[in-house]
């Protein structure tokens, strides 16, 4: 942060008018300047600059602010960069503080590890001999020097200890690096290896430039697997951080867009090519806390997915999550076998601009697969292509949004709209107004099948066995990040991958295939199929954010630095509104978030 009597002071000295001049030509009229608008088209001049007060308004499109916002707006900065610039361009020098300044950042040593670890795998790449291979492969994908430099990209050595012996001695032993996942152990074997080796290597940062963690690539098309993160550690949490964003937030700003791409090549590539607003989410589906970041930003999304099954599921899976963050998202339809990285490389950036220009709204393109399936040809698929719909709609948090989705489904569907404001108004079963309709209610319940008592990840997973048209389903709600369960985390992919496999897929290791053998002989009968799916996700969503929330409890005991204490406190509460919102029950962690609040609020909100 800048202390405010140093913004103060530069807003002081700032020439509002010098600044703003740099970007738009100004032409004196009265005591005031005027110009046309850089904010939005127009032929007559409706943008003034009104320096006794320092401040600009458009009397077209409504823009206004101070010296600083107009920086932060045009050139998509955040307030501390502007003022940096603003400072600049007036001769003055600002200094950041911190809070808690002084005391000891308890994740140092890890931020430290990994920041050796990018140098290390940086040199190896720019070594004349050891990089050879990996330069020429950068190169083959149209990626320079000055783009890999800016991506930090390394490469690691196909050498089983070659990173572990370079940071020993440099002080930093197994421990820290086992950790931080740079090095791990074999089940054979105790003595430790290094994590990344014959891989082109891709830092992984949070906003303020800390290498969080690493992915790594082949690049021998024969090698397997093709890529290979980082696992979870103190300091690194999939879910919460997304590739490439901090080097593409002030781009996002700019475009007030952002493209999310499905790996770190895409990324990278599209930066090569002068597309700098890409980001891409570090697994198979973008998470809640994804979605947040990127509503930081930008209200509109372009998803570049793989247009294959499993990426449309992907991709609806992040359009509702996008939705719920108040960021309108719109789907972008490759030619088959393309994706963002090969279709640039091969047909230059103005290619991919066109396919962008052509995007579709999620619930258009929801609408235009249905149809493709024939879903509108009878009552019931027509009622099942609502049930497909109702999620997006749900997700909406934008009122004007929702409201034209809603009358889009009821056109489409012949639905009408009172009816799917009720659907969508459901929040489970509701509470019996009376003893009469309480027995009512009780006896309806134990009338109705019974689902068999087994966990939750199991269930889901068998219901896709048992009916196959619950693949694609579930696919739109759950990613196989979802699963706590490696096993089943690993028959879901198969799924995703083979629906219609009959015996355990080659790829799967021995025990995993074992599991699914048995699940697809299971005899179990699995009554009300709605029923089943319902209680099951609301299951796994309230471990997931159960877990979530004790992290950040472990977390914020953890730190001692003010400035980290209040950001971990804020998304705490913003879990707990947003488990609120979804009618989760928390139980016990619940009830330790409402009885702690009061006492974190003191300790740092």
């Known amino acids: 942060m800048i202390p405010d009597d140093q913004v103060e002071e530069v807003r002081a000295r700032a020439d509002i008018v010098d600044v703003i001049g740099d970007f738009v030509p100004l032409k004196k009229s009265g005591k005031d300047f005027k110009a046309n608008c850089p904010f939005h088209e127009e032929r007559t001049p409706s943008f003034y600059v009104v320096p006794a007060k320092g401040f600009y308004k458009c009397f077209g499109c409504g823009e206004s602010g101070d010296v600083f916002s107009f920086v932060m707006r045009r050139l998509g900065l955040d307030f501390v960069e502007a003022v940096k610039l603003v400072a600049g361009k007036s001769g003055m020098e600002v200094r950041e503080v911190r809070r808690g300044e002084g005391q000891e950042d308890p994740n140092r040593k890890f931020y430290e590890a990994n920041a050796y670890a990018r140098v290390f795998y940086q040199d190896r790449l720019w070594d004349e001999q050891d990089g050879a291979k990996a ?38 032993g197994d421990e820290l690096l086992l950790e931080v996942g740079l090095i791990k152990k074999s089940e054979r074997s105790q003595e430790p ?131 719920a963050a108040g960021v309108h998202p719109s789907v972008v339809t490759l030619p088959p076998g393309e994706d963002p990285d090969t279709l640039v490389h091969g047909a230059g950036p103005e290619a991919l601009g066109g396919y962008l220009d052509e995007a579709v709204d999620v619930l258009d393109r929801k609408l235009q697969i249905l149809q493709e399936k024939d879903f509108f040809s009878s009552i019931e698929r027509t009622r099942n292509a609502v049930d497909r719909l109702l999620p997006t709609l749900r997700a909406v948090k934008d009122p004007a949004l929702r409201d034209i989705y809603v009358a889009k489904v009821a056109d489409r569907t012949g639905v009408r709209r009172e009816t799917l404001e009720a659907e969508l108004a459901k929040a489970g079963p509701p509470a019996a107004p009376n003893l009469r309709e309480a027995r009512r209610y009780r006896r309806r319940q134990e009338e109705t099948p019974r689902i068999p008592p087994m ?94 929330l004790a992290e950040l409890d472990r977390m914020i005991q953890a730190t001692s630095d003010e400035d980290r204490l209040t950001e971990l406190l804020t998304e705490k509460h913003r879990l707990a509104a947003e488990a609120r919102d979804s009618g989760i029950d928390w139980g016990p962690v619940a009830r330790r978030t409402l009885e702690k609040k009061n006492a974190d609020e003191k300790r740092g909100t």
């Open 193 to 323: 290896y290094d994590t990344f080796r014959g891989r082109i290597v891709f830092p992984i940062e949070d906003l303020s430039s800390h290498v969080l963690a690493f992915g790594g690539r082949v690049i021998d098309p024969d090698d397997t697997p093709k890529y290979l993160n980082s696992p979870e550690s103190p300091i690194y949490h999939k879910g919460q951080v997304l590739y490439g964003l901090s080097w593409a937030k002030n781009a996002i700003r700019r475009q007030e867009s952002v493209l999310v791409v499905e790996g770190y090549m895409d990324a990278v590539s599209l930066a090569a090519a002068g597309i700098e607003h890409a980001v891409a989410p570090l697994g198979t589906s973008m998470t809640v806390e994804q979605a947040s970041l990127v509503s930081r930003y930008t209200k509109q999304a372009y998803l570049l997915f793989d247009s294959d099954k499993a990426g449309l599921a992907a991709t609806f899976r992040a359009a509702d999550l996008l939705l």
């Open 455 to 548: 966990g939750a990840e199991k269930l889901i997973v068998l219901l896709m066995l048992k009916d196959r048209e619950w693949i694609e389903r579930v696919a739109e709600h759950m990613g196989p990040e979802d699963f706590q369960d490696r096993d089943y985390r690993a028959i879901f992919e198969a799924l995703l991958e083979h629906p219609d496999l009959t015996k355990a897929p080659s790829e799967l290791e021995p025990h995993v295939a074992g599991v699914l053998e048995e699940l697809l002989g299971d005899q179990t009968e699995l009554p009300q199929t709605h029923r089943v799916f319902e209680e099951s996700l609301g299951k796994i969503r309230q471990s997931s954010f159960q877990m979530r």
């Open 135 to 172: 330069r020429a492969y950068l190169e083959q994908r149209g990626i320079g020097r000055e783009t890999a430099e800016r991506f930090g990209l390394g490469w690691a050595p196909d050498e089983w200890r070659g990173l572990r012996e370079a940071a020993a001695h440099h002080g930093m």
